[in-house]
């Protein structure tokens, strides 16, 4: 499972799973790039070949910064992930806002939304949702040689895939 993307251009296709497939599209809207062609379901949508470029000079960009908004990966706590991590894509995570708005369920089953002084702790959006975590729990890493390639393999495969369909 996951997402094909099957070139207009006689190149081998790009596959990734559905984590994989988040990640990207994390680190493209983190590089600044559209992602509205960028589709969540396998349906054939077509991604342009000028999307496709714009993408890969956004991907190739973000990979050689290498000031405070350089690429970096969060590792936050989840049950839902091989290994009970999650890796998300971040730039400046060091640099919290001191206020983030949570959403709390009261007792009598209200959603109440407030915002909350962060101080000890911070509040992260998952694919699963929100979760709140002490900020010793998460721990920013580098980019690994293997993440660098992922990106750079989908990067060359926009670059010379003269647009592609997802699937």
Partial sequence: MGMDCVPLNNIEPF?????????LRRVLELSGADTSEMAWTNDGHL?????????????????AD?????????KIPNKHFLGGYQEIPVVE????????????????G???SVFEQVK????????????R???N??????????TRKFIREFADFCERSGGFRQF
């Avoid at 991604?47 to 990979?63: D, F, N, P, S």
């Avoid at 290498?66 to 969060?74: D, E, F, H, T, V």
């Fill in 15 to 23: 596959h990734c799973n559905w984590s994989g497939w988040a990640f």
């Fill in 47 to 63: 991604v342009r070949a000028e999307t496709a470029k714009a993408w890969a000079q956004a991907l190739r960009q973000k990979l």
């Fill in 66 to 74: 290498r000031g405070p908004s350089r690429l970096k990966i969060a």
């Fill in 93 to 108: 995570f060091e640099k919290l806002p001191l206020e983030t708005k949570v959403y709390l369920k009261l007792k009598d």
């Fill in 110 to 112: 209200t959603i109440a």
């Fill in 120 to 131: 000890s702790y911070t509040v992260v959006e998952t694919i699963f949702g929100y979760l």
């Fill in 133 to 135: 975590l002490n900020k």
């Fill in 137 to 146: 729990q998460i721990r920013i890493t580098e980019l690994d040689k293997d």
